[in-house]
């Protein structure tokens, strides 16, 4: 009975967090809202926010590991890319981490970053864990995807980049955030700075994060079964839609491949819902590949690349990719990375293993400490039924949840990004 009267409540709380919301604009394509058409396209620019067209931040590299040799296919990533940005007077810093695969360049950062700087914040923006050249320069074991000791690669990597630039910038408070895995990130580089205090984060936002890491690659792997004639048919998938994005690029009067271009494409392929997840799940299939193919010949684990052989510069990676592309995150996680893990935690079976990838064992954490805010939306595509209720259950008024926008579509929605600010301003 009591538990039944605590669900009620809790849904009653979550029902009324979002009722306290204000009317939210989120206009897309199409006379119907979908939020994979939201995820696919973004944020319109009648409701975006207005930011200077200028990107403020610079890029730079940094050496993580002294002793380091780099895999020769790899001698390109031999240092860690990453970007900043720096007020001319003492101010308030704010590392940002990127999503899944993407780099420190990337959109999203990058218009965090213009947000940020804008609002008087210096900013350094960080790729993803699971982008190759992280993978490469700065995972301590190139076996990203594990929550703590990706939090350690990234809590390093910010270090290093702090003592670098320590003689040219004044800071007086940090903080962070992330977006969809890299506000996953957030959450356990925040926690491990609890520890360290190395920082001492004022505050941290988590933007669009899973709740369980294996339920989300789950559903972003059975996107890619919307591709026609199944993951088999990826690289054929590929090739024919490159084909048909270039026939609209050569018709297009600019030579950016900007938002402008993406709306111009998305309307000349008129995807129906079922076509815009197999798009996503191709997206995410490239991040994936890529992360297999970099941490297996690194660590010649044998997954794709037989372990005895050995690639170099020269060494072409065409079949080995084309058995990349095959493979999902889950096929990472049972075939690479839990046996991997496994002799450190023998005491875990594969589902207990999963289960510490998840923001719900940093539950109690989460409940005690008001300086970490979650952004998020109702109808994100990467949570499973049900997850979504788990931010204003933990998180409470920290939480603030958007009705539409799917996966990070409305990052850059001027209510969003003007929130963004606030958490860090207040």
């Given at each position: ?30 006379s119907t ?26 890029s730079?590299?940094?050496r993580?590991?002294?002793d ?6 790899f ?13 001319d ?5 704010v590392?940002?981490?990127?999503g ?13 970053g ?39 690669d ?5 270090e ?10 004044e ?38 994060p ?28 590929l ?7 270039s026939?609209v690029y ?77 493979l ?16 450190q ?14 923001l ?19 109808d ?9 209720d ?10 603030k949840?958007y009705?539409k ?22």
């Amino acid at each position: 009975m009591k538990k039944a009267l605590a669900l009620l409540l809790t849904g009653l709380y979550a029902v009324s967090v979002w009722a306290n919301q204000q009317p939210y604009d989120f206009p897309t394509l199409g006379s119907t809202y979908s939020s994979y058409a939201a995820t696919v396209v973004g944020t319109l620019p009648e409701v975006a926010a207005d930011l200077p067209e200028e990107n403020p931040m610079s890029s730079s590299r940094i050496r993580i590991f002294e002793d380091r040799q780099v895999p020769d296919p790899f001698f390109f990533d031999e240092t860690l890319r990453y970007s900043y940005a720096w007020q001319d007077e003492a101010a308030p810093l704010v590392f940002m981490i990127a999503g899944t695969g993407a780099s420190h360049n990337g959109a999203k950062n990058v218009e965090m970053g213009k947000a940020f700087y804008h609002a008087g914040f210096h900013v350094v923006s960080i790729s993803s864990p699971t982008y190759m050249n992280f993978i490469v320069s700065a995972s301590e074991n190139s076996v990203p995807g594990h929550a703590y000791e990706d939090a350690k690669d990234i809590y390093r990597v910010m270090e290093k980049i702090r003592e670098k630039h320590k003689s040219r910038v004044e800071v007086t408070d940090y903080y962070v955030t992330g977006y969809s895995l890299g506000g996953f990130n957030a959450a356990f580089v925040t926690k491990l700075d609890e520890e360290r205090q190395s920082f001492n984060f004022r505050k941290a936002l988590l933007i669009n994060p899973p709740v369980s890491l294996y339920n989300s690659i789950s559903l972003l792997d059975r996107m890619s079964q919307n591709i026609p004639g199944g993951a088999d048919n990826f690289d054929q998938f590929l090739n024919s839609l490159m084909d048909e994005v270039s026939k609209v690029y050569q018709k297009s009067d600019t030579v950016d491949m900007d938002g402008e271009f993406l709306f111009k494409a998305y309307k000349a392929l008129d995807p129906n819902n079922e076509e815009l997840a197999a798009l996503i799940g191709v997206s995410f299939r490239l991040s994936s590949s890529s992360l297999i193919y970099t941490s297996d010949v690194i660590n010649q684990y044998g997954f794709v690349v037989p372990s005895n052989v050995t690639m170099t510069r020269n060494s072409s990676p065409g079949d080995y990719m084309v058995v990349a592309n095959q493979l999902g995150f889950t096929d990472y996680f049972h075939g690479f990375f839990y046996p991997y893990y496994k002799p450190q935690h023998p005491e875990l079976d594969r589902e207990g293993f999963a289960r510490t990838m998840n923001l719900e064992a940093l539950e109690s954490y989460f409940k005690s400490s008001d300086k970490i805010e979650v952004m998020h939306n109702a109808d994100d595509i990467i949570l499973a039924p049900g997850e979504i209720d788990f931010f204003p259950r933990v998180f409470g008024d920290r939480a603030k949840i958007y009705p539409k926008g799917g996966h990070c579509g409305n990052m850059s929605h001027r209510d969003n990004v003007a929130h963004m600010i606030s958490v860090f301003k207040n």
